[in-house]
């Protein structure tokens, strides 16, 4: 049985970290939901733009593999880049696609939780003042249409970092979406919050970059396994970027990252070939 988790938000949730400035995470535990079949995951997890990158979602399931021995886990990738919580509303295309792709995954999974990453795009207009009604429509709506009255939701916050960039005019009020964030998650019930405290951004300001969303992982898990909200760093979190490294990958594991490498013309047909041979010699 697979453990799936529905990722849903704008682009930090998405991923927008720079694959390239961290170890490779291909685990054949961790799947992930395209095109309605489950697929060993590679990153980015998301297709929600050509230059989607890491999010969060895959040190996470490393780490609930880790927890979890012999399970496998799924992600159902939902996530969408720039969206505000009006875009997420119960009647709208984001939140109806997120319901199907869940109960299409429902259907070979257990569906164990709800990771929700969303708010730069309501950091301005004082759009903060609405967000806890809105917020809860969409949590309860997804509780109901996914027959899951008791889901975990696991919340992430906005970095610190917002307001310092380039575009942070529009991110202004990043603190006060942080505030309802927390202040939903304390009062509803199976809410909990992570924070960003600490994270660094990419140049552009916005997006969490590739470390630290591998740490971000690691605090989502950790408000989901201990069933309480991360306020400060998680002990061991700056070693998270070496999360799967001394894990001795699979067979399969291996093919994977050599398929992918040879796909994306990375490496020739005679090097793919001679790799193939070492594989399976």
Same mark, same amino acid.
């Given at each position: 049985m697979i453990h799936s988790f529905l990722l849903v938000g704008q682009s930090n949730m998405a991923g927008r970290g720079f694959i390239k400035e961290v170890? #490779?995470?291909?685990? &054949?535990?961790? =799947?992930?939901? =395209?095109?309605?079949? !489950?697929? #060993?995951?590679? &990153? *980015?997890?998301?297709?929600?733009?050509?230059?989607?990158?890491?999010? *969060?979602?895959? /040190?996470?399931?490393?780490? !609930?593999?880790?927890?979890? &021995?012999?399970? &496998? #886990?799924?992600? #159902? *990738?939902?996530?969408?880049?720039?969206? /505000?919580?009006?875009?997420?509303s119960v009647d709208g295309p984001l939140f109806k696609h997120a319901v199907l792709q869940a109960k299409l995954a429902k259907q070979s999974s257990k569906l164990d939780g709800i990771l929700w990453h969303q708010g730069e795009s309501d950091s301005i207009s004082e759009k903060y003042r609405d967000y806890n009604e809105k917020f809860s429509k969409i949590v309860d709506a997804f509780r109901k249409e996914l027959d899951e009255p008791e889901i975990p939701i696991i919340i992430g916050g906005m970095g610190d970092y917002l307001a310092n960039g380039f575009l942070g005019a529009y991110f202004q009020q990043y603190i006060e979406i942080n505030g309802e964030l927390l202040r939903f998650a304390e009062n509803n019930n199976n809410c909990y919050f992570a924070t960003a405290l600490g994270l660094a951004p990419n140049p552009d300001g916005i997006h969490i970059n590739a470390v630290s969303q591998r740490i971000f992982g690691l605090r989502y898990f950790e408000a989901y396994d201990k069933h309480q909200h991360i306020l400060e760093p998680v002990e061991g979190e700056e070693d998270a970027i070496n999360i799967d490294i001394e894990r001795t990958p699979t067979k399969t594991e291996i093919m994977a990252i050599l398929e992918n490498k040879f796909a994306g013309g990375n490496i020739s047909l005679e090097e793919y070939q001679f790799q193939v041979s070492e594989i399976n010699s």
């Open positions: 170890p #490779i995470i291909c685990n &054949e535990r961790i =799947r992930v939901l =395209r095109n309605g079949r !489950w697929q #060993i995951m590679m &990153e *980015p997890i998301h297709y929600d733009r050509p230059y989607a990158g890491v999010g *969060p979602a895959a /040190s996470f399931a490393v780490a !609930w593999c880790n927890k979890n &021995e012999n399970k &496998e #886990i799924g992600l #159902i *990738p939902c996530a969408d880049g720039g969206t /505000s919580l009006d875009d997420w």
